[in-house]
C-alpha cells in the first residue's frame, strides 16, 4: 500500500496514508461497450499531511482525462442545487456585487447553474471551466464562459483583458485542482486589493461524521477541513475571514479568503474551528475508526445484496453519481447484483457504470416494473428524489442507504 514518502500537495510535509480504494476508474467516465478495453485505472489511496493536516489523494490523474468535451455532471440536474445557487448569486449581488460596475469571476461555472442569475442582473461577470459541453449550455443561457482550466496564467490573461474582480467564486471545484499553488497566484493577480476568493466544497468533517467514503474519487483531490484551509490560505498570504456550514452534497462548508489583514475574520470563524477541532479529525485514530467503518459498510453491503438476490428480490440502483463509482468499485458491485442504475442526465443514458459496468437508464426505467428494492447512491439529493418517486414506495419498494451505516427505508 504505502508508495514511501509521499508528500503533501500543498506545503511538502509527509503524508501518513490512512485509506486505500486500490485500483478505480474515473468516476465521471460512462462508458460504451467499445472504450470497455482501453478503460483508465488509477490508484486511489488517500492521505493526510502530518504537517499541515490537509487531506488528499496520493495520485494525480491527469486533468484532461477528467474534464473535456464529455464531462458528463450537469449542475442544473437537480431543484436543490439551482435554488442554492440562486439564493448565493442573490446574497452576492446584494452585499459584494453592489458597488460600481462591479466584476465576478466564477472557477468551475458548469451549465451556468450560478452564472446565469448574476447574467440576468445584467452584473459583469466570467465563467471559467473546461468542460466544452456544459459550458455551451452556460453560454446559451446568456453566460460568458472562457472553456479553460483557471492557473495562473489564465488569471493572468482575465487581468489585462477584463481588469481586476470584485469576487472570485467556485463551487465544487477548488477540492478538484491539485495545483492550488498556481490557482492561489491566479487569484492574487486578479482579485482586486479588498475582494473576496469565496469556495464551497464537501467538508471532511462531514465524511468522517457520515462515513461518506464515497466522496472520495478521482475529482475530489483534496477534502477540507477548517484547519486545513486556514493553513493554507494563510502560506498564500490570504486568510479566512469567513465560514459557514452548507446542508448541500452531504455537509459542505463555504470559505470566504481576503488577503491578509483586509477584513476583519467573523465571529463563526472561530465559532466553527473551535466546534471542528472537537472532533479531532487530523488524528489517526479518528482516521482509523473512519477506516474501519468503510470496511464495514462494504461488508454490510454486498452481504445485503447476496441476501436479496439469494431471495429472488430485485434491486436497481437510482442515481450514477460520480460516487456511485467508489462504491460499485470498491464493493465490487456489478450487474449481477444491480442489473441497472437510473438517472436523469441524458448524457449518461444508454452507457456504461465506470469499472462496473452496470448500465444506465433514463430514471422513468424505474417503474419498469418498480424492483423491491433501490439502492440510493445519490443519498444527497434523497430528500428531491424521495418526494418524486413516491409512487416507487406506494407499490412497496424501499430504499437502500449506506451512509452512516447500511439501513433500509
Ligand atoms: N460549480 C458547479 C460544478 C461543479 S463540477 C457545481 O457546484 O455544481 C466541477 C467543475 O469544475 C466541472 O465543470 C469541471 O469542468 C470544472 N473544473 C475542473 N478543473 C477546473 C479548473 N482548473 N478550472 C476551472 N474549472 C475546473
Ligand atoms: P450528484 O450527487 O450531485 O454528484 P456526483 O456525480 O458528483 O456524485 O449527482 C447526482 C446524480 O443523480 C446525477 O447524475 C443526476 C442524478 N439525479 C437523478 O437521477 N434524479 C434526481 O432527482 C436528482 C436530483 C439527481
Ligand atoms: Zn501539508
Known amino acids: 500500500m504505502s508508495q514511501g514518502n509521499l508528500a503533501c500537495r500543498v506545503c511538502g510535509g509527509r503524508l501518513a496514508e490512512f485509506f486505500d480504494f486500490g485500483r478505480q476508474p474515473l468516476s465521471d467516465a460512462f462508458l460504451t461497450p467499445d472504450d470497455i478495453d482501453e478503460e483508465f485505472f488509477y490508484q486511489l489511496t488517500v492521505g493526510a499531511c502530518e504537517s499541515c493536516t490537509m487531506v488528499q489523494l496520493t495520485e494525480e490523474v491527469p486533468r484532461d482525462r477528467m474534464f473535456h468535451e464529455d464531462y458528463p455532471y450537469h449542475s442544473s440536474g437537480s431543484a436543490t442545487m439551482r435554488q442554492h445557487f440562486e439564493q448565493l448569486a442573490k446574497h452576492l449581488i446584494d452585499t459584494e456585487l453592489s458597488g460600481r460596475d462591479p466584476f465576478i469571476v466564477e472557477i468551475g461555472c458548469n451549465d451556468?447553474?450560478?452564472?446565469?442569475?448574476?447574467?440576468?442582473?445584467?452584473?459583469?461577470?466570467?465563467?471559467?471551466?473546461p468542460s466544452g459541453g456544459v459550458t455551451r449550455l452556460a453560454m446559451a443561457d446568456g453566460v460568458r464562459v472562457l472553456t479553460d482550466f483557471f492557473e495562473e496564467s489564465l488569471a493572468e490573461a482575465v487581468l489585462a483583458d477584463e481588469g481586476p474582480a470584485d469576487v472570485i467564486y467556485a463551487a465544487n471545484t477548488i477540492c478538484h485542482i491539485p495545483y492550488l499553488d498556481s490557482v492561489f497566484r491566479g487569484v492574487d493577480l486578479l482579485l482586486k486589493p479588498d475582494g473576496v476568493f469565496i469556495f464551497e466544497d464537501p467538508s471532511f468533517g462531514d465524511i468522517i461524521e457520515r462515513n461518506s467514503f464515497d466522496q472520495i474519487y478521482d475529482e475530489h483531490f483534496y477534502f477540507f477541513t477548517l484547519r486545513s484551509v486556514q493553513a493554507m490560505a494563510e502560506r498564500m498570504g490570504f486568510e479566512l475571514v469567513d465560514a459557514e456550514r452548507?446542508?448541500?452534497?452531504?455537509?459542505?462548508?463555504?470559505?470566504?479568503?481576503?488577503?491578509?489583514?483586509?477584513?476583519?475574520?467573523?465571529?463563526?470563524?472561530?465559532?466553527?474551528?473551535?466546534?471542528?477541532?472537537?472532533?479531532?479529525?487530523?488524528?489517526?485514530?479518528?482516521?482509523?475508526?473512519?477506516?474501519?467503518?468503510?470496511?464495514?459498510?462494504?461488508?454490510?453491503?454486498?452481504?445485503?445484496?447476496?441476501?436479496?438476490?439469494?431471495?429472488?428480490?430485485?434491486?436497481?440502483?437510482?442515481?450514477?453519481?460520480?460516487?456511485?463509482?467508489?462504491?460499485?468499485?470498491?464493493?465490487?458491485?456489478?450487474?449481477?447484483?444491480?442489473?441497472?442504475?437510473?438517472?436523469?442526465?441524458?448524457?449518461?443514458?444508454?452507457?456504461?457504470?465506470?469499472?462496473?459496468?452496470?448500465?444506465?437508464?433514463?430514471?422513468?426505467?424505474?417503474?419498469?416494473?418498480?424492483?423491491?428494492?433501490?439502492?440510493?447512491?445519490?443519498?444527497?439529493?434523497?430528500?428531491?428524489?424521495m418526494a418524486k418517486e413516491q409512487a416507487f414506495r406506494e407499490a412497496g419498494g424501499r430504499w437502500i442507504l449506506y451512509t452512516p451505516k447500511v439501513h433500509i427505508l
Not at 452564472?115 to 471551466?129: F, W
Not at 460520480?322 to 444491480?338: D, H, Q, R
Open 112 to 129: 451556468g447553474v450560478m452564472l446565469r442569475q448574476i447574467s440576468k442582473a445584467g452584473i459583469r461577470h466570467l465563467g471559467v471551466d
Open 246 to 385: 452548507l446542508p448541500v452534497h452531504g455537509g459542505e462548508i463555504r470559505y470566504t479568503l481576503a488577503r491578509k489583514g483586509r477584513r476583519r475574520p467573523s465571529a463563526r470563524v472561530a465559532e466553527l474551528t473551535a466546534a471542528e477541532r472537537v472532533l479531532d479529525l487530523a488524528a489517526p485514530a479518528t482516521l482509523e475508526r473512519f477506516a474501519a467503518a468503510v470496511r464495514n459498510i462494504r461488508q454490510d453491503l454486498t452481504r445485503l445484496l447476496e441476501d436479496l438476490r439469494a431471495e429472488g428480490k430485485r434491486v436497481v440502483g437510482y442515481g450514477a453519481t460520480a460516487k456511485s463509482a467508489t462504491v460499485t468499485n470498491y464493493c465490487g458491485i456489478g450487474p449481477g447484483l444491480i442489473p441497472y442504475v437510473c438517472d436523469t442526465t441524458p448524457a449518461k443514458h444508454g452507457k456504461l457504470m465506470p469499472g462496473s459496468h452496470i448500465p444506465v437508464l433514463p430514471a422513468e426505467a424505474l417503474a419498469e416494473p418498480f424492483p423491491d428494492y433501490a439502492l440510493l447512491f445519490a443519498w444527497n439529493h434523497a430528500e428531491e428524489i
